[in-house]
């Protein structure tokens, strides 16, 4: 058997839905639901869950990950390239977040187990793009401070949409006697994050 007749066959058994068993084993319904299929609906590639998510399926399922291996058949396949994103270090992170006072005094900031959730399951599913640490903490700062919603790919398509339509507005807000060169100071940064948010929407809307 593939991995995803063996989940969908437990699930099916434990009466769990395609998102209970998600929250299990820290991972999106969407995933699951790919899993059950075996393949992304949108690239019709194989899904080739990680090591990592087998142990996960393992300990959701109370097997041992040999007992879980042996249930498979020949053809499943496996992830084996290095793991796009350090989420205990990400993690690590941003529970270190903070602001000082005016006397130098550090105040941690209160860290939000379930918006990091949330972003982290969502950008793994996401496999026609790695975002930067940098990236990961805009969404994060922004889900925070901000009350923006990434749960999912529709969610995140629609914060960057947003997000580039800032970036125009103000961009074109600096008058042209204003700008200062191209390759200068500010708007090189402003330019250079509009074009890596286009460029991610722009994959995620192909």
Same mark, same amino acid.
């Given at each position: 058997?593939?991995?995803?007749?063996?989940?969908?066959?437990?699930?099916?058994?434990?009466?769990?839905?395609?998102?209970?068993?998600?929250?299990?084993?820290?991972?999106?319904?969407?995933?699951?639901?790919?899993?059950?299929?075996?393949?992304?609906?949108?690239?019709?590639?194989?899904?080739?869950?990680?090591?990592?998510?087998?142990?996960?399926?393992?300990?959701?399922?109370?097997?041992?990950?040999?007992?879980?291996?042996?249930?498979?058949?020949?053809?499943?396949?496996?992830?084996?390239?290095?793991?796009?994103?350090?989420?205990?270090?990400?993690?690590?992170?941003?529970?270190?977040?903070?602001?000082? *006072?005016? /006397?130098?005094?550090? !105040?941690?900031? +209160?860290? $939000?187990?379930?918006?990091?959730? #949330?972003? &982290?399951?969502?950008?793994?599913?996401?496999?026609?793009?790695?975002?930067?640490?940098? *990236?990961? /903490?805009?969404?994060? !700062?922004?889900? +925070?401070? $901000?009350?923006?919603?990434?749960? #999912?790919? &529709?969610?995140?398509?629609?914060?960057?949409?947003?997000?580039?339509?800032?970036?125009?507005?103000?961009?074109?807000?600096? !008058?042209?006697?204003?700008?200062?060169?191209?390759?200068?100071?500010?708007?090189?940064?402003?330019?250079?994050?509009?074009?890596?948010?286009?460029?991610?929407?722009?994959?995620?809307?192909?």
């Amino acid at each position: 058997m593939k991995i995803g007749a063996i989940v969908k066959e437990y699930r099916q058994r434990k009466k769990l839905t395609m998102e209970e068993f998600a929250n299990k084993i820290g991972k999106s319904k969407g995933y699951i639901s790919m899993l059950e299929k075996g393949e992304n609906p949108q690239t019709h590639k194989p899904i080739a869950p990680t090591f990592e998510t087998l142990k996960e399926i393992a300990k959701a399922m109370d097997l041992d990950i040999n007992a879980l291996i042996q249930q498979l058949d020949g053809e499943q396949i496996f992830e084996t390239t290095p793991a796009r994103y350090d989420w205990d270090n990400e993690e690590r992170n941003l529970r270190n977040w903070g602001t000082f *006072d005016h /006397e130098g005094n550090f !105040s941690p900031s +209160v860290f $939000d187990e379930e918006i990091f959730s #949330d972003i &982290k399951n969502t950008l793994s599913d996401i496999q026609e793009i790695t975002f930067t640490k940098g *990236d990961i /903490e805009a969404f994060y !700062s922004s889900c +925070v401070i $901000d009350g923006t919603t990434i749960k #999912d790919r &529709k969610t995140l398509i629609k914060y960057l949409q947003k997000t580039v339509e800032d970036y125009d507005a103000l961009l074109n807000s600096i !008058s042209d006697q204003d700008k200062p060169p191209m390759n200068s100071g500010l708007l090189s940064i402003l330019v250079k994050n509009r074009n890596n948010y286009k460029y991610y929407l722009e994959k995620l809307e192909a």
